[in-house]
Every structure is written in structure tokens, then in C-alpha cells.
């Protein structure tokens, strides 16, 4: 590549408060982590949010002629506009001009241009979106997968998430042994559908992963799991659940706080907890959801991120390419498949 660094492609027009928030989230991570920037979208809008006196080291602004729409049908809006800022940003990334993509426009357009321009990796059937969610142990998230991607699995796909899980969760989360869960509705094997006791056999069978049963709901934040694989309707469920149990959390704890004088002063005492409550419970601090199983780094995120969110999907992405989870997975697979390496 032309610069040294981690290149990052930036869907800037994607999201709802593209291309504002997601210029300030990216030049962030610019001057804090040292990635280089490219943003893509219409060179118009996103100059005139960058402000006059930025350090222009380090960004590239690629030109893209269209969006996709949030109601537009993803597949075919992916094929028939082949200029649109997401295609473009992908394109980029497949031809090794950018390391990792992130886009928080439509997810469903994100997912499919990175099929049709990335392709998947071999042996995956299906990609899955990846997110990380807190847990009650302070510095030990769980991550789901599937959130998304997927509203129908057959076993051997849950199979595939929880190999590809394993492998972000021991590289970019820094868990030795990552313990395995299958959301389920009780930790007895025979629990579940057919489907989910066919997914425990195989997940109990495959020495490429610790599994350790099946996960209930109430075990998702207990910290006790380390990657917790599911169908993606059920996940994308959860991840909303969550996240807006998240937020009612932190605004009860806003509204409960003492009023007046004694209000300021246990504000101030409490501050710096209040702070990390924050931290482990908004979904802002993990920014975005990794897209594993495609041939790629691909970040996908809210479309209602803001600035902060850009920024720590920006961090994720960079730390999967500094722990080269794409060359890991692809590694896996060829050992799995019997190829050599």
C-alpha cells in the first residue's frame, strides 16, 4: 500500500447523521489511534463538515456518485447502484486500497455488497454480524453472534459462528479459552427445537472450540460465556432488548439522583462511577458489529451512531486488523477443510 498505517474505509454517507457524525467519529480516530482515513460519499458534503483548520494528513476523500436508502431492498439496490458510497468504500477494501471497512448505513446493503465485492471465506456458508455486549464482570464481554444476518440457521451454520467467534474473541477480546454458549431455552442437551439439538452435538463434537453447553437467556451477561452463537432473528431480539434495557438503566439513574445542592455534590463524588457505568452499558463505547465470514474486515453500525460510536467501531476494526482475525480465520478454515497450509 501506498502509506504505511491501518487505511480504514469509511462509508461517509451512510447513518442518520451522515456525513457530520461520521467525519467527527473518523477524524477522532485519526489523531487518537493513527489510521488512515478514506472517506467515501459525495466530496461536497463531507468538506464542508471537515473543519478549516483539521490536519489533513492522513485523510483521502474518494469520490462516490449515489447512497442506498434505508427503504430500499438491499440486494437489488446494491446491483443496480454500483457507485453508491457503501459499493465504493467495499471496493477499496477488495482491492487492498483500504484494510477494513465501516458503514452505519443500511446493514442489509452493507451485507450484500460485501458478499457480492468480498465474497466469503471458504467454508463459511453464511456470514454472521458479531456484536459485543457487557456483563455483570467488569472487563469480560460476551460477544453474540449471529445479531442479524441470518433469521433462519441450520446447525452447521451455528457450528461455523462459534469457530469464527472463538477466534475474534481469543485475538481482538484477548480471552485465552473463549467458553462457548448455544442460546437455548434450558442448559439440558435434548432443550430446544431439533435444529438446536442437532447444534449442540455438533458444537459438543468440534475440538476447535470449548463448548460449554447451552446458554439461557439470564446467562447471556453473567460473564460465565465468553461467545454465544444464535439464529439471527433471535439475536437481532436480543441485541435491541439490550440495548434499550441499557438505556432505561442509565436514564433511571439520571432521574434518582439527589436534586439541588446535595444533588451537585453527590453528582460530583460520583462522577467518575457514573462514568464507567456509562461506559460498560452504552452500546456507544463498542460502536459497531463485525461482519465475520467474509472475505474481509467489515464493520457495520447503528444507523443512529454519533461521533463517539464511529470512533470506537474505527478502534475495532483497527485492532482486528493489528491481530489479523481475517488471516486467522482463514487459516482455521484451510485446517478444517484439510488443505494445507
Known amino acids: 500500500m501506498g502509506t504505511t498505517g491501518v487505511r480504514i474505509a469509511i462509508d461517509a454517507m451512510g447513518g442518520d447523521y451522515a456525513p ?26 463531507i468538506e464542508a463538515v471537515i473543519p478549516l483548520k483539521s490536519n489533513r494528513l492522513g485523510i483521502e476523500i474518494v469520490p ?56 466469503r471465506l ?8 458479531g456484536t459485543v455486549f457487557p456483563t455483570i464482570k467488569a472487563g469480560k464481554p460476551v460477544l453474540i453472534l449471529d445479531v442479524g444476518a441470518n433469521v433462519d440457521c441450520r446447525p452447521k451454520f451455528l457450528e461455523q459462528f462459534a469457530v469464527m467467534g472463538s477466534i475474534y474473541s481469543q485475538y481482538v477480546l484477548g480471552i485465552s479459552e ?18 438446536a439439538v442437532r447444534a449442540h452435538e455438533l458444537l459438543r463434537e468440534n475440538t476447535q472450540i470449548n463448548f460449554s453447553g447451552n446458554a439461557e437467556g439470564r446467562d447471556v451477561l453473567s460473564g460465565e460465556f ?31 439522583l439527589p436534586q439541588g445542592i446535595r444533588g451537585q455534590i453527590g453528582t460530583a463524588i460520583l462522577k467518575p462511577n457514573l462514568k464507567r ?22 464493520f457495520i453500525g447503528h444507523g443512529s451512531s454519533q461521533a463517539p460510536s464511529i470512533f470506537s467501531a474505527i478502534r475495532m476494526a483497527k485492532e482486528a486488523v493489528d491481530n489479523q482475525v481475517l488471516e486467522r480465520l482463514q487459516s482455521k478454515y484451510k485446517v478444517l477443510q484439510g488443505e494445507p497450509q
Open 20 to 45: 457530520a457524525e461520521i467525519v467527527a467519529g473518523a477524524l477522532r480516530a485519526k489523531e487518537e489511534l493513527g489510521v488512515h482515513i478514506l472517506l467515501v460519499g459525495d466530496p461536497q458534503q
Open 64 to 119: 462516490a456518485q449515489d447512497t442506498i436508502g434505508m427503504d430500499e431492498e438491499p440486494l437489488s439496490a446494491v446491483r443496480r447502484k454500483r457507485g453508491a458510497s457503501v459499493n465504493v468504500a467495499m471496493d477499496l477494501v477488495k482491492n487492498n486500497q483500504a484494510d477494513a471497512i465501516f458503514s452505519a448505513g443500511h446493514s442489509g446493503a452493507a451485507m450484500a455488497s460485501a458478499l457480492l465485492r468480498l465474497g
Open 122 to 129: 471458504p467454508g463459511i456458508d453464511r456470514p454472521a454480524i
Open 178 to 195: 473463549p467458553k462457548v454458549g448455544l442460546l437455548n431455552i434450558g442448559e439440558e442437551e435434548n432443550k430446544g427445537n431439533e435444529a
Open 226 to 256: 465468553d461467545v454465544i452463537v444464535c439464529d439471527g432473528f433471535v439475536g437481532n431480539v436480543l441485541l435491541k432488548f439490550a440495548e434499550a434495557v441499557g438505556g432505561v438503566i442509565l436514564q433511571i439513574l439520571r432521574e434518582e
Open 277 to 298: 457505568v456509562k461506559q460498560r452499558m452504552d452500546h456507544a463505547e463498542h460502536g459497531g458489529a463485525l461482519l465475520l465470514g467474509v472475505n474481509g474486515i467489515c
